[in-house]
T-cell receptor
Framework: TQLLEQSPQFLSIQEGENLTVYCNSSSVFSSLQWYRQEPGEGPVLLVTVVTGGEVKKLKRLTFQFGDARKDSSLHITAAQPGDTGLYLCAGERNSGNTPLVFGKGTRLSVIA | AAGVIQSPRHLIKEKRETATLKCYPIPRHDTVYWYQQGPGQDPQFLISFYEKMQSDKGSIPDRFSAQQFSDYHSELNMSSLELGDSALYFC??????????FGPGTRLTVL
């Protein structure tokens, strides 16, 4: 059973379109991270959200943590081909030195 | 800024052989985590160390062992390798339970 359900699994869009990736769970997380991973490389941390209802922006990327700290979303505005990659959400069940639980990832392809 | 260093980046072994993967955390980071990522899969937690003591254990097979040394680097020792052990192995480090930063990974291929 996957603790973090990520959707959609695959997404192919045209350059300039907007998109949202969802990460849902029935469990509460102390924090949730979003990573981006290129093929054969390690996940690169994009953002960490900690407080319920928190919204963080990173240029064209907007991250939101649900009020109950059970879900999160990543919204990309005006997607560009450089946004192509695998986006992974990962949560910490407890705060401090605890392992991450990952979603299965969303593979995004932005076509020029 | 210094990142997590992993070596080797690629490793090819035969079945039943042994392998040792090394991880050098970001300077001053006190916690090291090991993850395994199979083809098309999400990373799965194996084991972690905080201040040189094992802190959490995940789905690590009994054939694998790991330790963290006094300089905070960590090694993952894998014995009696099986075909199913072929995967990307990532090390991540953190300081004080904060965000985990991942290394570039070691791609292990077992033939």
């Amino acid at each position: 059973t996957q603790l973090l359900e990520q959707s959609p699994q695959f997404l192919s869009i045209q350059e300039g379109e907007n998109l949202t990736v969802y990460c849902n769970s029935s469990s509460v997380f102390s924090s949730l991270q979003w990573y981006r991973q290129e093929p054969g490389e390690g996940p690169v941390l994009l953002v960490t959200v900690v407080t319920g209802g928190e919204v963080k922006k990173l240029k064209r990327l907007t991250f939101q943590f649900g009020d109950a700290r059970k879900d999160s979303s990543l919204h990309i505005t005006a997607a560009q081909p450089g946004d192509t990659g695998l986006y992974l959400c990962a949560g910490e069940r407890n705060s401090g030195n605890t392992p991450l639980v990952f979603g299965k990832g969303t593979r995004l392809s932005v076509i020029a | 800024a210094a990142g997590v260093i992993q070596s080797p980046r690629h490793l090819i072994k035969e079945k039943r052989e042994t392998a040792t993967l090394k991880c050098y955390p970001i300077p001053r980071h006190d916690t090291v985590y090991w993850y395994q990522q199979g083809p098309g899969q999400d990373p799965q937690f194996l084991i972690s160390f905080y201040e040189k003591m094992q802190s959490d254990k995940g789905s690590i097979p009994d054939r694998f062992s790991a330790q963290q040394f006094s300089d905070y680097h960590s090694e993952l020792n894998m014995s009696s390798l099986e075909l199913g052990d072929s995967a990307l192995y990532f090390c991540a480090s953190s300081f004080g339970g904060n965000e985990q930063f991942f290394g570039p990974g070691t791609r292990l291929t077992v033939l």
